[in-house]
């Protein structure tokens, strides 16, 4: 059994407990107003904060990730968005980043077949599950603006009559019967959040180097997916008094309304922790995409020199010095020098002399 998403699975049970405690004895208001509120504080001051801390990070030079030829002859293919040269190729390179995942489709894994060959496939499941997950967990969000909004705006009317089918209606001149539609990106998101955790749990790689922060996210929207579905087809939630608890926490003129369930008060739980948990995780990849240097800029670096304006005069020690000073030692030793040292002229012989030696320079006779 893996301790990892044990210790995950614990504490969101233990959350659970917590939040269903604790409306039980009385504690709406804690937590349908005062976590809920600095759970959005959190929320806001840690993503600034990550955001303006990231933008500070100096990137003088380019490094971009590149995937194709890079611009240089005119009879070389240019791979436009893969090394892209223009802020607008940018634009298209991060567009197609942020919706539709493009690196990750391009993802590959390896496996060792039988006879030491090495395959490599294409993570098409993986780019599926994630862009299911995505897609799903923004429509979620996007719905529940009807809880924040009053009217309700035309396109999140619209976005929920997509999202919906399986609606049923019987009109009687004096009976009105239906049932309510089915979310589609409800049920997408909770087969999405549920994959992505299988496969973390049945890979070998990929549960070598899972940790207990990957796991918990999961758990936690799993939880958040599963307390909608049981709200709203299982365990009925006045959504007149839901409506007016949320638009008190927008107005900030905060009420807590009679016909609130505890499951909901869970489910508000859940979200709390997940927004203040957001900005410490790896969630953060929401705002550290916008900045990351692999993405957001051109690759020109075969059309201009980039020098880092960082740069602070430092004292070297440059080759030809150290040469000129090890230079003998060096030859000496056989190594190869640059400059070989300028040969010694010979010293010319002491000429002769001819005269005489004086009488000084006789030797005394004895």
């Known amino acids: 059994m893996n301790a990892r998403y044990m ?49 500070r990070s100096p990137v003088p ?6 995937a194709g030829q890079q611009k240089s002859l005119p009879w070389f293919q ?26 990750l489709f391009r993802n590959t894994r390896m496996r060792l077949k039988q006879g030491g060959k090495l395959s490599y496939q294409l993570e098409i499941f993986l ?28 396109l999140v009317t619209l976005v929920e009559n997509v ?53 918990f996210p999961l758990f936690l929207i799993f939880g958040i997916a599963l307390s909608g579905i049981l709200m709203r087809y299982v365990l009925k939630t006045d959504v007149t008094a839901v409506k007016e608890l949320t638009m008190g926490l927008v107005t900030f003129h905060p009420t807590i309304p009679e016909g609130v369930g505890t499951v909901f008060y869970v489910h508000l739980f859940f979200v709390s922790v997940l927004l203040a948990y957001f900005p410490f995780s790896k969630l953060m990849h929401l705002g550290g995409i916008f900045l990351s240097p692999t993405r957001n800029l051109t690759t020109d670096t ?4 980039h020098i880092n304006p960082w740069n602070y005069p430092v004292e070297v020690h440059t080759y030809e010095e150290y040469e000129d000073e090890f230079r003998d030692k060096m030859i000496e030793a056989g190594l190869p020098v640059d400059k070989m ?16 030696p004086t009488p000084d320079d006789k030797p005394a006779e004895e």
Do not use: N
């Open 78 to 103: 240019h791979a436009k968005f893969d090394c892209p040269t223009t802020r607008w190729q940018v634009v298209v390179r991060m567009a197609l980043e942020i919706l539709a995942f493009r690196s």
């Open 61 to 66: 030079f380019r490094i971009p990730t590149t």
């Open 302 to 305: 075969r059309a201009r020199r």
């Open 127 to 154: 780019w599926v599950g994630a862009l299911a997950f995505h897609y799903a967990f923004f429509a979620v969000i996007f719905r529940h603006l009807r809880f924040f909004t009053d009217p309700v705006p035309f």
């Open 163 to 215: 999202d919906s089918f399986f609606r049923i209606e019987i009109l009687y001149p004096q009976i009105h019967f239906g049932l309510p539609g089915i979310f589609m990106s409800g049920l997408v998101l909770l087969a999405a959040v549920t994959y992505l955790f299988l496969r973390r749990l049945f890979i070998r790689p990929v549960r070598y180097i899972s940790l207990a922060s990957d796991y």
């Open 341 to 356: 040292p300028e040969p010694v002229p010979a010293e010319e012989p002491a000429a002769e002399s001819t005269e005489e």
């Open 7 to 55: 210790f995950s699975l614990i504490a969101v049970i233990v959350l659970f407990l917590v939040a269903w405690a604790g409306t039980a004895v009385g504690l709406q208001v804690a937590f349908g107003i005062i976590i809920p509120y600095l759970a959005l504080l959190t929320f806001l001051v840690g993503f600034v904060y990550k955001v303006l801390d990231w933008s």
